[in-house]
């Protein structure tokens, strides 16, 4: 499936991640957003709660882990997928790594919320709002 934007953020930063989407989608754009993966059957296969998606939990899984490729797997396919990407600030390492790789998609980049600090690789943004 075609996205306008691929939505990207931390996710204990989720309600505002959830809000930036909204506000996409009701201006009348597409988007995909991590949040909303539904990762049932890997919980089942693997025994796992969806308590397994908190952040404090996946963190603590090898990189190996079948959960952490279904996640990485459903995001670049996500990314790949949409013509925009978007980061919700402040966001963590991997939303930073996904601006890259969204970067040299050559996809158009914007952030939006606070910047705390200046960031010469945040030039990959066309616009920080």
């Not at 882990?65 to 279904?70: D, K, R, V």
């Not at 969204?102 to 945040?122: D, H, I, N, S, W």
Request: hydrophobic share 45%.
């Amino acid at each position: 499936m075609k996205h306008d934007f691929f939505i990207a953020g931390r996710w204990r930063n989720k309600e505002e991640v959830l809000a930036v989407t909204k506000l996409v989608r009701d201006a009348g754009f597409s988007a995909y957003c991590f949040l909303e993966n539904d990762y049932s059957e890997t919980f089942d296969a693997l025994g796992l709660s969806p308590d397994a998606m908190e952040a404090e939990n996946t963190e603590k899984l090898a990189l190996d882990h079948p959960l952490i490729e279904a996640i990485f797997e459903k995001d670049m396919a996500g990314q790949r997928a949409s013509e925009r990407f978007l980061l919700v600030l402040p966001a963590g390492i991997a939303g930073h790594i996904e601006a890259g790789a969204a970067y040299g998609m050559q996809k158009r980049c914007y952030a939006v919320g606070p910047v705390e600090k200046t960031e010469t690789l945040y030039r990959i943004f066309d616009q920080i709002f």
